[in-house]
């Protein structure tokens, strides 16, 4: 199985400052049509899971774009640019090339 | 809008049997795969199984395969998920979400197995 690692584990950000997830995966995420499957969600608290960003680097609709999303290959980063409060919350990063599809840990992204 | 309501969740003991249910609609769910993915109280996610548009293609994790059996009404757009031979270790929020990469997801039925 692919095994997802998220890191860090917990991410104290101030309001406004940048914030950086890295997720690294245990072999390339390089599907055979050449699409790297790498998707970010994320999860406030008391709520569903929302996707973000999908392929890597595409935002979905209504997603601030403060959120990017780079990477290729087995390394990605998910960035905002500005925390703003309603970020609050746990980040996964998600493979969706190899089966069984796997999740990282989550990064939980809280207010200093 | 895209909407997915799960149901059927509850308590249920080890070795018992439960049958989730997701309904879809604003989007056409005859042509997207779809997924379930569940998440252990306090702990991360854990993809369950996807199933395609079609039905004629279907993956699970190995900690529910020969246990968990998903399927799908093209024609009622839900989607089923049967879990026979609980374990205490299935307990948890069971998500519904549309498209392999997991697009929308529904609210989320919780499955609490114990004696």
């Known amino acids: 199985d692919v095994v997802m690692t998220q890191s860090p584990l917990s991410l104290p950000v101030t309001l406004g400052q940048p914030a950086s997830i890295s997720c690294r995966s245990s072999?390339?995420?390089?599907?055979?049509?050449?699409?790297?499957?790498l998707i970010w969600f994320q999860q406030r608290p008391g709520q569903s899971p929302r996707r973000l960003i999908y392929?890597?680097?595409n935002r979905d609709s209504g997603v601030p774009d403060r959120f990017s999303g780079t990477g290729s290959g087995t390394n990605f980063t998910l960035k905002i640019s500005r925390v703003e409060a309603e970020d609050v919350g746990i980040y996964y990063c998600?493979?969706?090339?190899?089966?069984?599809?796997?999740f990282g840990g989550g990064t939980k992204v809280e207010i200093k | 809008e895209v909407q997915l309501l799960e149901s059927g969740g509850g308590l249920v003991q080890p070795g018992g049997s439960l049958r989730l249910s997701c309904a879809a609609s604003?989007?056409?769910?005859?042509?997207?795969?779809m997924n379930w993915v569940r998440q252990a109280p306090g702990k991360g996610l854990e993809w369950v199984t996807t199933?395609?548009?079609?039905?004629?293609?279907?993956y699970y994790a190995d900690s529910v395969k020969g246990r968990f059996t998903v399927s799908r009404d093209n024609s009622q757009n839900i989607l089923y998920l049967q879990m026979n031979s609980l374990r205490v270790d299935d307990t948890a929020v069971y998500y519904c979400?549309?498209?392999?990469?997991?697009?929308?997801w529904g609210q989320g039925t919780l499955v609490t197995v114990s004696s």
């Open positions: 979400a549309s498209e392999y990469q997991a697009a929308y």
């Open positions: 998600m493979q969706g090339t190899h089966w069984p599809l796997t």
């Open positions: 604003g989007f056409i769910f005859t042509t997207y795969a």
């Open positions: 072999q390339s995420l390089v599907y055979n049509d050449g699409i790297t499957y």
């Open positions: 392929t890597v680097s």
């Open positions: 199933i395609s548009s079609s039905g004629g293609s279907i």
